[in-house]
């Protein structure tokens, strides 16, 4: 096992040539920016994030791959800036499994350790325990353009614990998969992940590989850290807006609104709707008459009543069921707000209804720099 911290990591491509197809981008445009991070001994750390954020990026730079324009990285008390590949102890499963066609699947297995010259006793050794972890010791004898994509990818991740590294990573391992194999592949790597108590960072832009496969999730936008937590942290608890619109399925409602004095308390009250809110007293301190915030709240966290008040309606936009949940969309003005429900109702397109907010489970964010108000 390995510790990695990573120590204000900038990471910039030589971009300033232009091309038939692309732009020069200004000279300081990173890749990443000021990053830093640690992750503990058999700690499970994933990388989360919308596509050309930095992440994959972050992750060769991690393996070797790619130089550091600026920044440290340690693998425990090591610096590992100017170190090569083979010398970081590191395991890399790519997105596109690079498996070697004309080998076998035991060949593939064994071809890094018989490239640092183990003896057949250990490769054996070595390959009779990693088999069996990812269900490939019945492929053994099998090459690459026979197997199925889902036994490419476990040939794939077999291969880069073989030699036991420290360090484990996997870059979007399961992004070619269809969506039964992508669950069943989680519950092997995280069953493996146990098994072997390597250290391991993969790097996904599905929210629910983060969330179900790590102990902590780093969340970056434009090669920034914009949140490092837990999967219940960073779900209960956004930094800002981008981190609460990201994670969870379906988002964050986030709507703009004007908070306005109402007797002793405080509404939230919105443009173009007759809808109107009630603040919680915790934020009291924290607001004022006629200041404009994001009103941030779950869409389970939001339900139709079930019962009538003197309070206002809003028009139902649309009604999906989806077997084990239904989703509601009503009109609050020019925005949608979502409901998720595991109740069996139902509602027809304009029907009128009220709203009930779980006041304790509300966020406010700034509305010019989309940091959460604490």
């Known amino acids: 096992m390995a510790q990695l911290v990573l120590k204000n990591l900038y990471k910039r491509y030589d971009n300033q040539k232009k091309s038939l197809f692309r732009k020069k981008k200004p000279p300081n445009d990173y890749a990443v ?5 640690s992750c503990h001994d058999g700690e499970f750390i994933g990388i989360l994030g919308p596509s050309g954020c930095g992440k994959s990026t972050t992750l060769r730079m991690i393996a070797g791959l790619e130089e550091f324009t600026a920044g440290n990285a340690y693998i425990g008390d090591i610096r ?30 064994a071809f890094n350790m018989r490239a640092k010259g183990k003896s057949n006793e250990e490769i054996k050794k070595a390959v009779n325990y990693v088999a069996p972890l990812l269900k490939v010791d019945d492929l053994l004898d099998m090459k690459p353009p026979a197997l199925s994509g889902g036994q490419k990818q476990r040939v794939n991740i077999a291969r880069a614990i073989v030699r036991r590294p420290g360090l484990l ?20 790597i995280k069953r ?10 993969i790097v996904t832009h599905d929210q629910m590989e983060a969330m179900s496969l790590a102990d902590r999730i780093v969340i970056m936008k434009d090669g920034e850290l914009q949140q490092m937590g837990t999967p219940l942290e960073v779900y209960d608890n956004p930094a800002n807006e981008f981190v609460a619109g990201f994670i969870g399925e ?18 939230f009250t919105f443009a173009d709707s007759d809808l109107r809110v009630e603040v919680p007293e915790r934020y009291d301190s924290l607001i004022h008459d006629g200041m404009e915030v994001t009103l941030g709240v ?36 020019s ?15 304009g029907q009128m209804v009220q709203l009930e907010f779980k006041a304790e489970k509300t966020h406010l964010f700034h509305p010019g720099t989309g940091e959460r108000i604490r």
């Open 335 to 349: 925005m949608l707000l979502n409901m998720a429900t595991p109740d069996a109702v139902y509602f027809e397109r």
């Open 80 to 109: 590992i800036n100017d170190l090569k590949p083979k010398d970081r102890n590191i395991g890399l499963a790519f997105e596109d499994y690079a498996l070697y066609p004309p080998l076998t699947v035991y060949e593939n297995l």
């Open 192 to 201: 493996m992940h146990h098994e072997i108590k390597c250290t391991t960072i």
């Open 250 to 267: 379906p988002p964050m409602n986030l709507l703009r609104s004007t908070i306005v004095t109402a007797g002793r308390g405080f509404l």
């Open 33 to 37: 920016k000021n990053l830093s991070f």
């Open 169 to 188: 990573l996997l870059d979007e391992p399961l992004s070619h998969l269809d969506g039964k194999m992508r669950q069943t592949l989680r519950h092997e």
């Open 298 to 333: 779950r869409p389970v966290d939001v339900r139709v009543a079930k019962k009538e008040t003197a309070g206002s309606f809003v028009p139902i936009a649309f009604y999906e069921n989806l077997g084990d949940e239904r989703r509601i969309g009503v009109r609050v003005g």
